[in-house]
């Protein structure tokens, strides 16, 4: 079967229940990926690895690696992620999401002309609530002021697109010290070193919005403290 080179980055924490759907959805894409990387971010739970060996030998034949660290959030689970890549474009997809069929084709149609100066290319969502996520069609350095605008801006997150891996790196991956909106951060970031992108394709995952994920804790507190940090930065 024809694969791109594309990496997709699974990130979990005690969520593992999750993860077989998730890789699955990754499966069943009309255009494969080359690799799948699922990062635990100290589960306190291990189950998450036996799930994940199970897809070692897919019928797809594409390459599934499972890696297990030390806890330390979202950013760093997912730079390891960055680093493990072996290919040119990443897709990151949190555990409680799914892709949808032809999410990875629909993109990577987009991504494959475009030059080192653009840093991914984006789509729309469906939401866990009913609600589909829907981008204009853009082209060019975005508005920050406008991330996440549905309808006028581009995406905030992070599973909204295929990312060029170069840019990542070229910016420092995502920020470890920021405990949420590390998403908004690193679009932000790469929209400050004047890089492009490309959208929108229809919607490309199912978005899991759980009111007990890591970034939107139960702590008010927590939760507060966590959207300083950011503002400040």
Known sequence: ??????????????????LEQAIQSVLEQTLLPSEIIIIDDGSEQLEAQAIADQFVDNS???????????????????NLGIQKAKQD???????DDRMLPSNLQEKYELIQNLDGNYFGVFGGAVRSTGEIEVFPSFDGVANPDLLDAQGQGIPGGSPFFLFN???????????????????????????QAKKYCKGSTDAGFYRNLRHDSLSRPNDPKKAFNAVMQFLEK
């Open 1 to 18: 079967m024809i694969k791109a080179p594309i990496s997709v980055v699974i990130t979990t924490y005690n969520d593992f229940e999750y």
């Open 60 to 78: 797809k034949g594409v390459i599934v690696r499972f890696y297990r660290k030390e806890n330390g959030g979202a950013s760093s689970a997912r």
């Open 89 to 95: 474009y990443l897709a990151f997809l949190d555990v």
């Open 165 to 191: 891996k170069a840019s990542l790196i070229e910016i420092g991956g995502f920020d470890e010290k920021l405990k949420c909106n590390e998403d908004y951060d690193i679009i932000i970031r790469l929209i």
